[in-house]
C-alpha cells in the first residue's frame, strides 16, 4: 500500500457514514475514527479463509455496528438546576505520538492551569518522523490534559480542555 492508497482510504472514509475503520493488510496496521467510539465487533478470518496472498498471516475485519439511540429522561428541577461547564476541547488533526515537551530535559508546552493565547503552541505530534507542533485555536486556561508523554493518539483524539475566556 502506497500513500496514494492511504490517502484513497481516509477520502473514502471522509465521505462515508462509518464512524470507525481499522485496516490490516500485509503488516500494515490503519485506524480512524470520526467522533467518539462506536460499539465495534471484531471478526478474526485465518489466513486460509481468504484468497491466497503473498505475506497472509492473518487478517482482521471490523464491521462497525451503530450506537443504540440515546435515553432521554426527565429528572427533578434540583437536578435539572446543575450547571455543565462548556469546555472547548482541543483534538488531534492527525495520528501520532504525543510529546508534551519540544524535547528531553525541556520544559512542558502547558499545564493544566496554564492561560494560552490563540496560536500557543499546546504538544508535539510526531508522524511519520515529522514534528507536527499542534496550537491553541482559542484563549483560555488549560483545564486537563487528556493524553499523556510519548502516547499514541488517533485522528481526531481529544487531548485537551480548555476553559474558553
Known amino acids: 500500500m502506497d500513500f496514494n492508497g492511504i490517502k484513497e482510504i481516509i477520502n473514502a472514509m471522509d465521505n462515508s457514514t462509518l464512524d ?8 500494515i496496521s490503519i485506524v480512524m475514527k470520526k467522533t467518539g467510539e462506536p460499539h465495534v465487533e471484531h471478526i478474526q478470518k485465518e489466513a486460509h479463509e481468504f484468497p491466497k496472498a503473498a505475506h497472509a498471516e ?4 471490523v464491521v462497525a455496528v451503530p450506537s443504540p439511540a440515546p435515553v ?12 455543565v461547564e462548556d469546555l472547548h476541547t482541543v483534538t488531534s488533526p492527525i495520528v501520532g505520538t504525543f510529546y508534551e515537551a519540544p524535547g528531553p530535559n525541556k520544559p512542558k508546552f502547558v ?3 496554564k492561560t494560552v493565547k490563540k496560536g500557543d503552541v499546546l504538544c508535539v505530534l510526531e508522524a511519520m518522523k515529522l514534528m507536527n507542533e499542534i496550537q491553541s485555536d482559542v484563549d483560555g486556561e488549560i483545564v486537563e490534559i ?6 499514541m493518539v ?3 483524539q481529544p487531548m485537551f480542555k480548555i476553559r474558553v475566556k
Open 20 to 27: 470507525y475503520l481499522e485496516v490490516n493488510w500485509q503488516g
Open 58 to 61: 492473518e487478517k482482521s475485519v
Open 72 to 83: 432521554i429522561t426527565t429528572a427533578p428541577a434540583a437536578v435539572a438546576a446543575v450547571i
Open 111 to 113: 499545564e493544566a492551569g
Open 146 to 151: 487528556l493524553v499523556k508523554n510519548e502516547e
Open 154 to 156: 488517533e485522528y481526531n
